[in-house]
C-alpha cells in the first residue's frame, strides 16, 4: 500500500453540488473515497477540514508571473518564484503564459519552460499559453508595439516545433496569416483563441471553421460593435457571446470588468463555457511601484494600490491577483454560486485544454489536486498530486 492521506469533514464542492460534512480519502496521488462524516483510518496521515470547504485545485490558463517575476524572464529560478506564489492562491495548475516580444525572447522562454516541466514544489506546469506576437496592432493593450506582427511560418513554426508543452495560442484572426495559423494550431491540437483582435462577427465566424475554439480575456482588447457607414456588424465581443463553439475567460479581480459585464458572459456563455483567469503580472504580491510586462526590458507598468494599469492610465496592464480571488469577485460581485464559480476556475479551464479526464473535479479515480478554503476564499491548505503543500 501507498501513501494516504485523510482530508477530514469538510464541505466538498463537486460540479453539481456541495456534500456537506464530508471526507476525501486520497492514495498515493489519486483520491479513492469520497465518504459522508468524520471518518478515521489508521495509519494514515490525517488534516482536519472542519469549517472549511474542500474544492479541486484551480487551473489558471493565463498567467505572466508574480512576486517579482515573468515567465519571460526565462530562468527557472524565476518559474519557480511564480509558481510558489500562485501556488499559495490555490493554483495546482497552469499556463505559463509568454508576451509579445522577439523570436528569440519567446524561444529562450519556451526553453527555460521546457528545463522546468519537472516536478517541482507547488503547482504543476500544464503547458504554456503563447499570446501573441501576432496581434492587431491597435489592440496589442501592453504588450510592446515593436514585437507586433504578422505570422510568419518561419517565424511560428520554429517556436510550435521548440516543445510539445504549447497547449493554447492567442492572436488575431483577421490580420495577414492568421488563417493559415489557426489551421496549423488545429492540426496540431493546440488551442487556437482569438485576442488582442478587431476582427467582424464574419472574420470570426470563418475563424471557427477553421478550427478557433476560444476566446481570451472577453471584452479586453477586442472589437465591439463594428459600424460600416450606415450599417452595424458584431465584433469579437458580440462573436464569442453568441457562438457556442467558442469558449472564454475573464479577468475577474474585480477591475478589469463592472459585475454587468461579468454577469451577462455568465447569462451567454454558462457555467460550462466560462473560465476565470489571473492574467496575473510580475507586480503580482509585490509593492506598490513600477513593473515591466513581459521580460524586464517590457513594457512599464505602474501597480498602485494592488491595480496595475499602463503609465499613462489608459488601459490595465494585467493583474494583481491569485486564483482564489476569481471565485470570490465572480460569488461577490457577479452572484454567481459557489459550485459554479469554482467549477470556472477549476473543471472549465481542465476542459478547455483537454485534461479533465485527470484533474478539475474531486471524483474517485481522479488526480487528488485540492484547495482547503474558508468562507470568504482564504486559502488554507493546498494538496498536489496527493501530496500536502508546505512551506510554500
Known amino acids: 500500500m501507498g501513501s494516504r492521506l485523510l482530508i477530514k469533514g469538510g464541505d466538498v464542492i463537486t460540479p453539481k453540488k456541495i456534500l456537506r460534512d464530508h471526507s476525501i480519502v486520497i492514495e498515493n496521488d489519486k483520491i479513492v473515497g469520497i465518504i459522508p462524516g468524520k471518518i478515521t483510518i489508521d495509519d494514515c496521515q490525517s488534516i482536519s477540514a472542519d469549517g472549511l470547504y474542500i474544492s479541486p485545485g484551480f487551473i489558471d490558463l493565463h498567467l505572466h508571473g508574480g512576486n517579482g517575476s515573468d515567465f519571460m524572464d526565462a530562468t527557472v529560478e524565476d518559474i519557480q518564484k511564480i509558481i510558489r506564489y500562485h501556488t499559495q492562491g490555490g493554483t495546482t495548475g497552469l499556463l505559463a503564459t509568454t508576451a509579445s516580444e522577439s523570436h528569440q525572447n519567446i524561444m529562450n522562454a519556451i526553453q527555460a519552460l521546457d528545463q522546468a516541466r519537472r516536478p517541482m514544489a507547488g503547482a504543476k506546469l500544464l503547458g504554456i499559453h503563447i499570446e501573441g506576437p501576432y496581434f492587431n496592432h491597435s489592440k496589442r493593450g501592453c504588450h510592446l508595439a515593436s514585437a507586433i506582427r504578422n505570422p510568419q511560418p518561419e517565424d511560428y513554426l520554429p517556436i510550435l516545433e521548440a516543445t510539445d508543452l504549447i497547449r493554447l495560442m492567442t492572436l488575431a484572426p483577421e490580420i495577414d496569416g492568421g488563417d493559415q495559423l489557426i489551421s496549423e494550431l488545429s492540426r496540431r491540437g493546440i488551442v487556437a483563441s482569438c485576442g488582442h483582435t478587431n476582427a467582424s462577427y464574419r472574420q470570426i465566424r470563418k475563424a471557427c471553421e477553421l478550427g478557433l475554439q476560444h476566446s481570451t480575456h472577453l ?48 447569462k451567454c456563455k454558462g457555467p460550462d463555457r466560462l473560465a476565470v483567469v489571473t492574467d496575473a503580472q510580475r507586480g503580482a504580491g509585490m509593492p506598490d511601484g513600477i513593473y515591466a510586462f513581459g521580460s524586464k526590458n517590457g513594457t512599464k507598468s505602474v501597480v498602485k494600490n494592488g491595480v496595475a494599469t499602463t503609465p499613462d492610465n489608459t488601459g490595465y496592464a494585467s493583474s494583481t491577483i491569485q486564483m482564489n480571488q476569481t471565485i470570490r469577485v465572480m460569488r461577490d460581485l457577479a452572484d454567481v454560486p459557489l459550485v459554479e464559480a469554482t ?13 479533465d479526464d485527470q484533474l478539475g473535479s474531486l471524483e474517485v479515480g481522479k488526480v487528488a489536486d485540492l484547495v482547503l478554503f474558508d468562507q470568504t476564499i482564504d486559502v488554507h491548505k493546498v494538496v498536489i498530486n496527493g501530496k500536502l503543500i508546505e512551506n510554500i
Request: hydrophobic share 45%.
Open 219 to 266: 471584452y479586453c482588447a477586442m472589437s465591439g460593435i463594428i459600424k460600416n457607414g450606415p450599417q452595424r456588424e458584431g465584433g469579437v465581443i458580440e462573436s464569442t457571446l453568441l457562438i457556442d463553439q467558442l469558449t472564454t475567460e475573464v479577468i475577474a479581480d474585480g477591475h478589469h470588468l463592472p459585475p454587468e459585464l461579468l454577469k451577462l458572459a455568465v
Open 343 to 355: 467549477k470556472m476556475a477549476s473543471l472549465v479551464p481542465a476542459r478547455i485544454i483537454g485534461v
